[in-house]
C-alpha cells in the first residue's frame, strides 16, 4: 500500500535535481504550532461572541494577536524561518484579525443596522485581505533600513484591537447599544478598513527589544510583570487605553516618516549615509 503521507520533494535551485525531506528539524515546527494557537484563539472568540460573552471573546483576539507577535519573533531567533510559515501566518492573521473582528462586531452591534452594518463589516475583512497581500509584496521589496520602523498603513493586529474600541467602551461603560450606536460603530469600522489599506505611515515597533541594556533589565522586568497584572486586572480599560493612544500616535508617526524620508533624499543627493532610523 502505497504511503499515505510521503515525504515532500523539492528541486534545488543550483543543480535542478530533485531531492526529498524526511525529517524537519523541531525549530522550524514550533513557530508553526504557535501560529496554529494564535488560529484557535482567533476561532474561539467566534464561539464565545455567539454565546454573548465577549469579554472573553475580546481576550481570544488579544491572545491571538500576543501569539502572532512571538510566532515571528521565535522564527527569527531560532533560524526556523520558511516559506509554508509565512504562508500559514498570513492566513490565520486573515482570520483572526479580519474575519473574527467584523463577525464579533456584527454579532455584538452591527445587526441593530443591518446593511449598513454588514457592508461595513465587508469593507473591513476585505480591506485585511488586500493589506494582508500588500504586506507579502512588499517583504520582497528592497527598502532602506530606517523604513523598516515603519508599516505602511495600520497592521492586520493593531487593526483588529483596534475596530473592538466600541466593545471596550460598551464593557466600561456599560451602556445598551442601540441603532445609533450601530450606526456609528459601523461608520469608525470603516475608518479601521480605510487605515489598513491606506498608505499612511504607522509605527511598527519591530526594533523594540532587540537588544536591552544590562542595567535596564531588571526595571522593564519588574514593567513587564505589572502590565500583565494591570491587563488582567482592567482589561477593558487597558485595550482602551492603549488603543487611544496608538490612534493619537499616528500623526506623529506619519510626521517623524516623511521627515527620515527627506533627510534620507538630502543625504542620498549630497552622497552621504542615510539616516539609521527612528520613531515615532
Same mark, same amino acid.
Request: proline share 7%; with cysteine.
Given at each position: =500500500?502505497?504511503?499515505?503521507?510521503?515525504p515532500?520533494e523539492?528541486?534545488?535551485?543550483?543543480?535542478g535535481?530533485?531531492?526529498?525531506?524526511r525529517?524537519?528539524p523541531?525549530?522550524v *515546527?514550533? !513557530?508553526?504550532?504557535?501560529t496554529?494557537?494564535? #488560529?484557535?484563539?482567533?476561532?474561539?472568540?467566534?464561539?464565545m461572541?455567539?454565546e $454573548?460573552?465577549? @469579554?472573553?471573546?475580546v481576550?481570544?483576539?488579544a491572545l491571538?494577536?500576543?501569539l502572532d507577535a512571538?510566532d515571528?519573533r521565535m522564527?527569527?531567533w531560532?533560524?526556523? /524561518?520558511?516559506?509554508? $510559515?509565512?504562508e500559514l501566518?498570513?492566513l %490565520?492573521?486573515?482570520v483572526n484579525f479580519?474575519? *473574527?473582528?467584523?463577525?464579533?462586531?456584527?454579532?455584538?452591534v452591527?445587526k441593530?443596522?443591518p446593511?449598513?452594518?454588514?457592508l461595513a463589516v465587508l469593507?473591513?475583512?476585505?480591506a %485585511?485581505?488586500?493589506? #494582508?497581500a500588500? +504586506? &507579502?509584496?512588499m517583504l @520582497?521589496?528592497p527598502k532602506p533600513?530606517w523604513q523598516q &520602523?515603519?508599516?505602511v498603513?495600520m497592521?492586520?493586529?493593531? $487593526?483588529?484591537?483596534?475596530a473592538?474600541?466600541?466593545l471596550?467602551?460598551q464593557?466600561?461603560?456599560?451602556?445598551?447599544p442601540d441603532?445609533g450606536? %450601530?450606526v456609528?460603530?459601523?461608520f469608525y469600522?470603516?475608518?479601521?478598513a +480605510? =487605515? =489598513? *489599506?491606506? /498608505?499612511?505611515p /504607522?509605527?511598527s515597533?519591530?526594533?523594540l527589544?532587540?537588544?536591552?541594556?544590562r @542595567?535596564?533589565?531588571?526595571?522593564?522586568?519588574v514593567g +513587564?510583570?505589572?502590565?500583565?497584572a494591570?491587563?488582567?486586572?482592567f482589561?477593558?480599560e487597558?485595550l482602551?487605553?492603549?488603543?487611544l *493612544?496608538y490612534?493619537?500616535?499616528?500623526?506623529f508617526?506619519?510626521r517623524?516618516f516623511?521627515?527620515l524620508?527627506a533627510?534620507?533624499?538630502r /543625504?542620498?543627493a549630497a552622497?552621504?549615509t !542615510? !539616516?539609521a $532610523?527612528?520613531?515615532?
Amino acid at each position: =500500500m502505497d504511503d499515505l503521507f510521503p515525504p515532500v520533494e523539492h528541486q534545488s535551485v543550483k543543480t535542478g535535481h530533485r531531492f526529498r525531506l524526511r525529517s524537519v528539524p523541531f525549530r522550524v *515546527v514550533l !513557530p508553526n504550532l504557535v501560529t496554529l494557537l494564535a #488560529l484557535c484563539a482567533g476561532l474561539t472568540g467566534i464561539r464565545m461572541g455567539l454565546e $454573548g460573552r465577549f @469579554e472573553w471573546a475580546v481576550g481570544a483576539v488579544a491572545l491571538a494577536a500576543v501569539l502572532d507577535a512571538v510566532d515571528g519573533r521565535m522564527a527569527r531567533w531560532l533560524k526556523g /524561518t520558511s516559506r509554508f $510559515g509565512a504562508e500559514l501566518d498570513s492566513l %490565520a492573521d486573515f482570520v483572526n484579525f479580519g474575519v *473574527v473582528p467584523g463577525l464579533l462586531l456584527h454579532i455584538w452591534v452591527l445587526k441593530l443596522a443591518p446593511s449598513f452594518g454588514w457592508l461595513a463589516v465587508l469593507a473591513y475583512v476585505i480591506a %485585511a485581505v488586500l493589506r #494582508l497581500a500588500r +504586506f &507579502n509584496v512588499m517583504l @520582497e521589496t528592497p527598502k532602506p533600513a530606517w523604513q523598516q &520602523n515603519f508599516f505602511v498603513g495600520m497592521p492586520a493586529p493593531a $487593526g483588529a484591537l483596534s475596530a473592538l474600541l466600541p466593545l471596550y467602551l460598551q464593557q466600561i461603560f456599560a451602556f445598551a447599544p442601540d441603532r445609533g450606536i %450601530a450606526v456609528l460603530v459601523a461608520f469608525y469600522l470603516v475608518f479601521v478598513a +480605510f =487605515m =489598513m *489599506v491606506s /498608505t499612511i505611515p /504607522t509605527w511598527s515597533g519591530k526594533k523594540l527589544g532587540v537588544r536591552i541594556p544590562r @542595567e535596564q533589565i531588571i526595571p522593564l522586568s519588574v514593567g +513587564f510583570v505589572l502590565c500583565i497584572a494591570a491587563l488582567v486586572s482592567f482589561p477593558f480599560e487597558i485595550l482602551a487605553a492603549v488603543t487611544l *493612544v496608538y490612534l493619537s500616535l499616528i500623526p506623529f508617526g506619519w510626521r517623524r516618516f516623511h521627515a527620515l524620508a527627506a533627510a534620507d533624499a538630502r /543625504t542620498t543627493a549630497a552622497g552621504a549615509t !542615510p !539616516p539609521a $532610523g527612528g520613531t515615532a
